[in-house]
């Protein structure tokens, strides 16, 4: 029922009333639709579920929601976000060991990648990182893992896909649960990260202007895709994740962040506490999954 269907059959019942009364009402009638719609036209619809309920309007997913134009930009935050006690100064200190659970080198995909001498710096700086968290924490010794994994084919785990060059940065495994892991290591501090459409934006909370707007990959939901299809054959639990690793300006706030594909973006602290709960993997186990990953290395 629309704003002025209500209108009309709320005044429709007000026959019995004399006219003056009549009048009265009417005018608080339209009064109030007359707020309904300027109140709304001004108030984020999550936030006034009357619009909803009256107009029939759906509420957006966060994928649905189109880039706002914002007036400025800038380079980086303008101050810390969330310090974790994993920032890039504090790892500098910890060193990184090749361990016998360990498959292929953390950033050794980028080395043949398109991406600029920047980028590839930290992007690797990023994986390096999260392979020495994983250590300092004692969880690498839960699973085997996997570093630099090129996709696999649709039909066979452990051929290639052919002319395909992006990687997938880190596969844990326990013996149950596949964990595929994208890393990014973008700027951080002070910022909000929001999807808008195929788009991320990062934006700094003290000024608003935007500080990080950039295109998301594809590559996660393929992988996801692919590993779901030849796991669930296997009895195995696909979990997909892309991780913020955090910069010397600590953890940016994640506002329900998605990929493509809906894999969540989280926080390195996040993901931390998630395999946390995973059980150890045993010693004695035996995989076709872990012989055909491994053949997937770059």
Same mark, same amino acid.
């Given at each position: 029922m629309?704003?002025?269907?209500?209108?009309?059959?709320?005044?429709?019942?007000m026959?019995?009333?004399?006219?003056?009364?009549?009048?009265?009402?009417?005018?608080?009638?339209?009064?109030?639709?007359?707020?309904?719609?300027?109140?709304?036209?001004n108030?984020?619809?999550?936030?006034?579920?009357?619009?909803?309920?009256?107009?029939?309007?759906?509420?957006?997913?966060?994928?649905?929601? #189109?880039?706002?134009?914002? #007036?400025?930009?800038?380079?980086?935050?303008?101050?810390?976000?969330?310090i974790t006690?994993?920032?890039?100064r504090?790892?500098?200190k910890?060193?990184?060991?090749?361990?016998e659970?360990?498959?292929?080198? =953390?950033?050794f995909?980028?080395?043949?990648?398109?991406?600029?001498?920047?980028?590839?710096?930290?992007?690797t700086?990023?994986?390096?990182?999260?392979?020495?968290v994983?250590?300092?924490?004692?969880?690498?010794?839960?699973?085997?893992?996997?570093?630099?994994?090129?996709? =696999?084919?649709?039909?066979?785990?452990?051929?290639?896909?052919?002319?395909?060059?992006?990687?997938?940065?880190?596969?844990?495994?326990?013996?149950?649960?596949?964990?595929?892991?994208?890393?990014?290591?973008?700027?951080?501090?002070?910022?909000?990260?929001?999807?808008?459409?195929?788009?991320?934006?990062?934006?700094?909370?003290?000024?608003?202007?935007?500080?990080v707007?950039?295109?998301?990959?594809?590559?996660?939901?393929?992988?996801?895709?692919?590993?779901r299809?030849?796991?669930?054959?296997?009895?195995?639990?696909? #979990?997909?994740?892309?991780?913020?690793?955090?910069?010397n300006l600590?953890?940016a706030?994640?506002?329900?962040?998605?990929?493509?594909?809906?894999? =969540?973006?989280?926080?390195?602290?996040?993901?931390?506490?998630?395999?946390?709960?995973?059980?150890?993997? =045993?010693?004695?186990?035996?995989?076709?999954f872990?012989?055909?990953?491994?053949?997937?290395?770059?």
């Amino acid at each position: 029922m629309t704003l002025w269907r209500l209108f009309i059959l709320t005044f429709i019942t007000m026959g019995e009333l004399q006219f003056e009364v009549k009048i009265i009402l009417s005018i608080i009638i339209s009064l109030f639709v007359s707020g309904v719609i300027v109140y709304g036209a001004n108030t984020d619809i999550k936030t006034f579920p009357i619009i909803k309920l009256l107009t029939k309007h759906e509420i957006f997913s966060p994928l649905e929601l #189109k880039a706002p134009q914002t #007036k400025t930009t800038q380079k980086q935050a303008t101050r810390a976000g969330a310090i974790t006690g994993f920032e890039p100064r504090t790892l500098e200190k910890v060193p990184y060991i090749k361990m016998e659970c360990m498959y292929g080198d =953390p950033g050794f995909g980028l080395n043949n990648s398109n991406f600029s001498d920047k980028a590839i710096k930290l992007g690797t700086e990023g994986e390096l990182n999260f392979a020495k968290v994983l250590q300092w924490t004692g969880l690498i010794t839960r699973f085997k893992s996997f570093w630099s994994v090129g996709m =696999p084919s649709r039909n066979i785990l452990a051929q290639r896909m052919v002319n395909f060059e992006s990687d997938i940065d880190c596969i844990l495994f326990n013996g149950r649960t596949v964990w595929l892991v994208d890393l990014k290591n973008y700027k951080s501090g002070n910022l909000e990260y929001r999807n808008y459409g195929s788009r991320l934006r990062g934006v700094d909370l003290d000024t608003g202007s935007t500080v990080v707007d950039r295109e998301m990959s594809q590559n996660m939901k393929m992988a996801d895709e692919i590993f779901r299809n030849h796991c669930n054959k296997l009895g195995y639990i696909v #979990k997909s994740r892309v991780v913020f690793m955090p910069t010397n300006l600590g953890a940016a706030k994640l506002n329900k962040v998605y990929w493509p594909g809906r894999i =969540p973006a989280v926080n390195l602290t996040d993901f931390l506490q998630e395999i946390s709960n995973e059980p150890q993997i =045993p010693a004695d186990l035996k995989s076709s999954f872990i012989s055909d990953v491994y053949k997937l290395l770059k």
